[in-house]
């Protein structure tokens, strides 16, 4: 028997939302603002110390300052907006109350109780130990205490979303299959589960051995469990961020997928695969077999960058069988030309999905390379493809989501719309900047974790090609239009909530647009014809073969050192 609570009708996409899911997915949303301008504040202070001019930050506030940058937005910010992305995939999108809320609840406040010890133990300036938190370096206590608190939290999160798939079952609150966008969440859960027991099973003992129960940890065996979730963490990101690009241009646009059947397969592969990838940042450890490397970065994780291609063809894809549906059929790119470039949500999501796929997909296979990831392992090209992954594909489009969401959940009109139409194009050139230039740079051999690329305090000091100083200089300046993007996204969003023209509700049905409620449903796009994403997908795979073969030019220009 379906238990009665209170719901209400957005007005603008007819999905019913019930008070308890918006509660929570407020809640998760706005602390993941809060610790993205934190960790966007350290972010900007080591780009500026990267920057040899500026060399903004002593050695000790260097590291303190990269790893609260590390913690706060590869972990705390992404983690709680995807919180609230299930709840609202499962809960508004299948039109069912959530389950357990006072369970989510406390799963929410573990979150937010371990990730303000871990900053301060980070703050307290003991445990500077990086995102990566490699034994035998040695942080506080509380400070995987904190980490370890939080990975509870969000695990709660994951079976509260599981639960309320159950519940919505059982009370048929929708019909036939579940929408691509609540499926694609699914995969992000099931991943995350994974995930988080991999970092459980490194991190408990880690946090025995800091108050001395346990006299050893091996520095391979933590490596090898702890990119399991290290890694496995941005895999989460990427279900995510996908599901949001398929929700975005179907609220925009009205698009449906090409096939739901073959987007739910490229899903189910990362489940399968996808984690394979940590195997990239394990290639110069001695203790694993070649064989163990080859299989891993080869034949295995080809399926996984198989389901991201098809992804690659289909979000776009699906974009162009929408517009040219409305009549948008003039030469190649008039649908693409016709899109709503001035909404911030699709142009947000677009800017996205190009630079993940071009940056951050791109270089990822490159670095999966056995031979070609040991000339830029351990130099800045690493995080410039993290830059490209998680902040141009993830950040951004968490952003560009958020502007559906404030109308839809929170009810509010945003504030200045002008600088809201802007953001996603300031943010998104300041981050392909960093990526580009950190890769660059990392190309020429600049390392990824020393706080001075001039060493002027080494024995043995090195210089860097001119060109490696100038794209280190270039990075901050990228960091500095970030981060100006950044912050007009946190001044609009709070803006927005706090001041924003109230949108009124109504428990009664409304007639929604069909652009708004197609995310909601079951179906694939009838007869669709999309000569322009594939011409885009041509240029990617031109793009993809001549940087690969440019990659290994540069390894062979290394092998008369041997």
């Given amino acids: 028997m379906a238990i009665k609570e209170q719901y209400r009708i957005c007005q603008t996409t007819g999905l019913r939302v019930y008070k308890s899911a918006e509660n929570l997915i407020k809640a998760n949303a706005v602390v993941a603002v809060v610790f993205?301008?934190?960790?966007?504040?350290?972010?900007?202070?080591?780009?500026?110390?990267?920057?040899?001019?500026?060399?903004?930050?002593?050695?000790?506030?260097?590291?303190?300052?990269?790893?609260?940058?590390?913690?706060?937005?590869?972990?705390?910010?992404?983690?709680?907006?995807?919180?609230?992305?299930?709840y609202f995939a499962s809960s508004v999108l299948l039109g069912c109350r959530l389950a357990t809320p006072k369970i989510a609840w406390a799963g929410f406040a573990l979150m937010l109780i371990g990730a303000l010890i871990t900053n301060v133990a980070v703050l307290q300036g003991n445990s500077s130990v990086m995102f990566t938190s490699y034994v035998p370096l040695k942080a506080d206590p509380s400070f995987y205490a904190g980490v370890i608190l939080f990975a509870v939290g969000a695990l709660v999160g994951c079976f509260v979303f599981f639960g309320t798939l159950v519940i919505a079952k059982q009370e048929k609150t929708y019909e036939g299959s579940v929408p691509l966008v609540t499926f694609g969440a699914t995969v992000a859960a099931i991943i995350a589960v994974f995930t988080i027991a991999s970092g459980a099973i490194i991190l408990i003992p880690t946090f025995l051995w800091s108050i001395g129960y346990v006299n050893h940890l091996d520095t391979l065996m933590y490596r090898t469990v702890w990119w399991a979730f290290g890694h496995s963490s941005q895999q989460i990101n990427v279900a995510a961020h996908i599901s949001i690009w398929y929700l975005i241009s179907a609220v925009t646009l009205g698009a449906k997928p090409l096939s739901e059947k073959v987007s739910r397969g490229a899903f189910l592969l990362y489940i399968l695969f996808l984690q394979l990838a940590s195997a990239h940042h394990l290639l110069v450890d001695p203790g694993i077999s070649s064989e163990w490397k080859i299989f891993n970065t080869s034949y295995a994780i080809y399926l996984a960058v198989l389901g991201s291609m098809i992804h690659g063809l289909t979000v776009p894809g699906s974009?162009?069988?929408?517009?040219?549906?409305?009549?948008?059929?003039?030469?190649?790119?008039?649908?693409?030309?016709?899109?709503?470039?001035?909404?911030?949500?699709?142009?947000?999501?677009?800017?996205?999905?190009?630079?993940?796929?071009?940056?951050?997909?791109?270089?990822?296979?490159v670095m999966g390379v056995e031979q070609i990831n040991l000339i830029i392992h351990n130099t800045i090209y690493v995080p410039g493809h993290f830059h490209a992954t998680v902040v141009a594909g993830t950040t951004l489009a968490f952003m560009a989501v958020t502007y559906l969401l404030v109308p839809l959940i929170f009810q509010r009109e945003l504030i200045l719309p002008w600088f809201a139409k802007i953001q996603p194009y300031v943010f998104g050139l300041g981050v392909a900047g960093i990526s580009v230039f950190m890769m660059g740079a990392g190309t020429l051999g600049v390392p990824r974790r020393h706080w001075d690329i001039s060493q002027a305090d080494a024995v043995l000091p090195y210089d860097f090609p001119g060109a490696a100083?100038?794209?280190?200089?270039?990075?901050?300046?990228?960091?500095?239009?970030?981060?100006?993007?950044?912050?007009?996204?946190?001044?609009?969003?709070v803006g927005s909530i706090l001041f924003g023209k109230k949108i009124a509700s109504s428990n009664e049905p409304v007639a929604a647009e069909e652009e708004a409620t197609v995310v909601s449903e079951y179906g694939s796009e009838e007869h669709p014809n999309i000569p322009g994403t594939l011409i885009l997908v041509a240029v990617f795979f031109t793009s993809f073969v001549l940087y690969y073969f440019v990659n290994w030019k540069y390894l062979a220009e290394v092998w008369p050192l041997r």
């Fill in 319 to 365: 974009m162009e069988a929408a517009q040219r549906k409305k009549g948008y059929t003039n030469g190649l790119f008039e649908w693409l030309r016709k899109c709503p470039w001035g909404n911030p949500a699709f142009s947000g999501m677009f800017i996205s999905l190009i630079l993940f796929g071009f940056l951050g997909g791109i270089s990822g296979v």
């Fill in 36 to 86: 993205l301008l934190v960790g966007g504040i350290f972010g900007i202070m080591v780009a500026l110390t990267r920057w040899k001019a500026v060399h903004l930050l002593p050695a000790d506030w260097f590291y303190l300052a990269l790893t609260a940058h590390g913690i706060n937005l590869l972990v705390v910010w992404i983690i709680f907006f995807e919180i609230a992305v299930l």
């Fill in 469 to 493: 100083n100038l794209m280190m200089g270039l990075n901050g300046m990228s960091a500095v239009l970030a981060g100006l993007g950044g912050a007009i996204f946190i001044v609009v969003v």
